[in-house]
Every structure is written in structure tokens, then in C-alpha cells.
């Protein structure tokens, strides 16, 4: 069988793109570069610090040679204990110290300088660069600082001698060694530890995204109930959680809405069905006259027509919803628009012993699709004619702002109770929660209300006291 690359990177592709592996690689590549970053800045300090130390015993034995040789040139026991003594009873970092004249002739030496350095070696390489220390290799490998550098003897000056010194450094480069031994165990150490704790890191951090994914996966149309409980969680992942809570709740609350509105429809779609066809079937039990046949006609196109509007109603809810409807607007003088709305009522008003009237604010006119608000006006007009004893008022009122363009219409009718304005918006709800034909139409006039306002980029508001009556107001934003 063929090695495919594409199909065996692809494992390593979706493990790249989960949030944990980018969490833990991210938690384990930041931990170690800091250990990198720690130890070898640590690293170069000890050396650097280590360096400076022999540099300064270096400056230091140069200076007390030349103390020496300067101040006390006759002090042959001083200079001898100085290059031939001290260095025997140093354990540890020894040093040498190889003193010439003028003419390269030896004149002192620590002893074993010879066995432990190769002096020609020293001499050659120290001749062109004097008074800067330098590394040498001595004769089993150990590490070596050098320095040359010359001395005047006496005070007036009657020659000038050549100082050779040398310092053991194998000890220093050992604890270095031994630096870089630990600093590489723990590397090595951190590349294990760190990814697997920027793991559990990181599983520990990601748990409540995947309590919110399974909390989605368990979330259908029938099951709308489940919610997250965000108690211990990081505070942007409790605001996370309480969002979806909230959307939840949301949805909950539409699929409930929809829910109803299926079944309302249903119903006020059958009962003008189940009238006309219960109608049409008593017709046609015996033989009835031509009278009797034409009030049965008569009957069923009244339930046809209340069956009509009822679509239509629903039909334009819903092309209102959709993104696509554009308004038809156009300069509307809304005084004008208010009185032929109180025309067409008057009659019904005049039967109902109620007295409709207009209350204008001046000549306004403001951009409105027509049809649209003169449906919006009727439909107020008509539930308050509806809900108006005989002797009450409905008076149809406008005022303008520089921003705002109200337009109200109220009624001194039976009112609405409290608990039942938040809801008088809704689709098919009625105040009377009994469903006769009597009760008060489909229940979608204020909602086809609302919707025109929010089509112009406005909003409906409702202010009503049982027995005093309601005032509804359009309020739709006007430009300057």
C-alpha cells in the first residue's frame, strides 16, 4: 500500500486546529523559553562574573609583583615567598609565576610551572599582546589565564624585568560544565513537564466550552430546557455562559410563541371552514326554497370574506418580517390622512352612538408609505370603536417634533387590565381569551399596527386604565 501524505497529515491537521493543543503547545513553548531565557542569562553572568574574578587575581598578583620590584628590589626572601611560596599552599586554583630580566634570562619561577606549561608556548604567545590576560592549554589539558607584562626595578629605575604569571582555571570551567550539565537536564526536564501541564492547563480551562457544546448537542426543538450553569466558572466564560442561557431563553420563548400562533391559526382557520361546510351541508339535507338557498350563499360568503381578511392578515405579517419589503414612501400630509380615516368611520361611529373626531397640531406632512399607515390608523380605529360603550369618544390626534412624528388614537372605551398590555402586540391575543366571533376579530390588528411602525423605523406605545379607556401611539422618526 502507497504512502499518501495528505491523508497522514491530516490527523496532525485537526489536532492542530483543537483549542487545547494550541493552548498547550503555546503554555509549553512560553515555559520554556522562559527556562531558556532564565538559566542562560544565568549562564553568561557566572561567567562572565568568573572571568572578572581572575582578571582582578591576575591585576592583583601584577601589581604586588610590581610593588615589590619597585619599592623593595633588594627583598630577595619577599619576592621568593611571593613566586615561590604562596601558589604551594593554595589547594585549589593555583598559580605560577616566571620572573626575567631584560635579556629573557630566568631569574624566579614557581615550582612545577615548567611541568604543568609549555613556557616557550607562553612566552611566544603572550610577546605581542602584553598586560591582556588570554587562555593556554597546559601540558594535561588544563585550563590556563595567562598575562605578561614588565616591571621596573628600583626607584630610580635600574632595569626593567618581565613578569610571566599564570592562573589555574580547570576548577571554574569544571563548575561550568557542570552548569551547563543541569542547565541541559533541565531543559530536557521542562520539554516533558511543561507540555503536560500546559494540558491539564489547558483541559482544566476549555471544560466549560465543552459542557456549552454539550449542552447544544442535547438542545432540539422539542427540548428547549437544557441551561449551563456557570458557578465556578472564569468570568468571560460565565458571560459566555449566561449569553447562550439567555439565548436559550429566547428561543424558548419563540418556539412557545410559535407554537401558540400555529394553533391559533388552526383555529381561526377552521372555524370559518367548519361554518361554512356545516352550513352547506344543512342546505343540502332537504329541498329548501330560493330564499332560503340564497341566505345560506349569503352566510357562507360573509365566512369567506372573514376567512379572506384573515390571510391576508397573516400574508402580510409575514412579508412585513422579511428583509426584501421596502416602503413605498412618499410626501403624506398626515392631517389629510387622519380626517379620511375619520370619514370612513363615521357611519360606524354614528351607529355605535360614539363620537369621532380629529384633534391637528397644524399642517404636517412627513414621508410615509400611505396605504401602510392609513391600514395601521384603521385598525386602531376600528378596536376602538369595538371597545366603546355608547356616548364615549375616539379622537384621532398628531404632533411633530424636530425627531419624532407621533400620531394617537384615543378612546374613553372599557380599557385594557395591566397584566394584559405587554401582551396586546401579540399575535391572535385577545383581552377576552374567549374565541367567538364576538370576542374581538382575529387578534392581529395591533400586531399588523406594530409591524408598520417598525417598517418605518418607529414604535407603537399603549397606555390604558379599565373603565377610563386607551391611548395608543405611532411613533415614527422624522429627519430634520
Known sequence: MSWNPTTSLAPISRLWRTLAFRLTAGYALAGLLLVVFATASLYLVLANELEKSTALFLADKVHVLRTLLLERPDDEDGLHEEVELESAARRYEQFYIRVLDAHGKQLLMTPGMASQLDLSQLTAQTRNRPDRPMRLKGKDGRSFRIISTSAQVGSPPRSTDQLEIAVDVSQKEELLARYRFWFWSILFASSIIFPWVGYQIARHGIRPVEEVATTARHISSTNLRERILPDGYPFELAVLANTFNQMLDRLEESFEQIAKFSTDIAHDLRTPVNNIRGEAEVALARERTSGEYRAVIESCLEESERLSDLIGDLLFLARA????????????????????????????????????????????????????????????????????????????????????????????????????????????????????????????????????????????????????????????????
Do not use: C, W
Not at 391637528?360 to 414621508?367: N, T
Not at 400611505?370 to 360603550?389: D, W, Y
Not at 387578534?443 to 409591524?451: N, Y
Not at 386607551?470 to 415614527?476: F, K, S
Open 321 to 480: 418580517e422579511s428583509p426584501l419589503l421596502h416602503l413605498r414612501q412618499e410626501q403624506v400630509d398626515v392631517g389629510a390622512l387622519l380626517s379620511t380615516v375619520r370619514e370612513y368611520y363615521e357611519a360606524s361611529a354614528a351607529e355605535g352612538e360614539i363620537s369621532l373626531s380629529t384633534n391637528l397640531a397644524g399642517p404636517i406632512v412627513a414621508r410615509l408609505d400611505r396605504s401602510l399607515m392609513q391600514r395601521a390608523i384603521n385598525n386602531l380605529v376600528a378596536n376602538a370603536l369595538a371597545h366603546t360603550p355608547p356616548g364615549g369618544t375616539v379622537m384621532l390626534s398628531t404632533d411633530i417634533d424636530p425627531s419624532t412624528l407621533r400620531i394617537e388614537v384615543t378612546d374613553t372605551g372599557v380599557g385594557i387590565p395591566a397584566e394584559a398590555l405587554p401582551k396586546v402586540f401579540d399575535r391572535f391575543f385577545r383581552v377576552d381569551s374567549s374565541r367567538s366571533h364576538n370576542s374581538g376579530g382575529t387578534g392581529l390588528g395591533l400586531a399588523i399596527v406594530r409591524s408598520i411602525a417598525v417598517l418605518h423605523g418607529g414604535a407603537v406605545e399603549i397606555a390604558s386604565r379599565p373603565g377610563q379607556g386607551t391611548q395608543v401611539t405611532i411613533q415614527i422618526p422624522v429627519s430634520a
